[in-house]
């Protein structure tokens, strides 16, 4: 499962990059699907990781105030905090696959298992609306590749 976080991360990644070729205004321009805009929905790909991880964890999730993020930088950097520590947990994970998970803002209980896949699975979702918006803007969107990426060397 860990490689696939790294994928994700390391397409996400790209897409920061990639976004450094647009203007601010392009960035938050109100588009159809995924959260709205670019730069937002890289923002609730991170937050949703995050939210999850804390929740397997059984901590509080701090919802994030989307408003407080105008800038790439700012998402970026989120992103690469964030990213440390989900990555420290997937380290020294040591919870039963079982585990049960319940988090603040739903009533259900899920499997530790399952939410990990979730995550996984969500960012790839919303990674494909980021792709159909690039070939909207008439530009080649960031490969979904798993192959040729290098990790599982």
């Not at 805009?37 to 701090?62: M, R």
């Not at 590749?145 to 599982?152: D, F, Q, V």
């Amino acid at each position: 499962m860990n490689v696939f976080f790294q994928y994700n991360w390391q397409v996400r990644d790209e897409w920061f990059d990639w976004c450094q070729q647009l203007s601010d205004a392009e960035l938050v321009k109100q588009r159809t699907g995924g959260m709205g805009n670019i730069l937002h929905t890289l923002l609730h790909i991170i937050d949703v990781e995050h939210s999850w991880i804390q929740a397997i964890q059984g901590k509080d999730d701090k919802e994030l105030n989307f408003n407080d993020f105008t800038s790439l930088h700012q998402v970026k950097s989120l992103s690469d905090s964030k990213r440390n520590e989900v990555e420290a947990f997937l380290k020294h994970d040591n919870l039963p696959d079982d585990h049960p998970v319940t988090p603040s803002w739903i009533a259900n209980t899920f499997r530790k298992d399952e939410v990990l896949k979730h995550i996984i699975a969500h960012e790839i979702h919303h990674v494909g609306q980021l792709s159909i918006w690039a070939r909207e803007l008439d530009l080649k969107p960031i490969s979904a590749n798993l192959i040729g990426r290098g990790l599982y060397q």
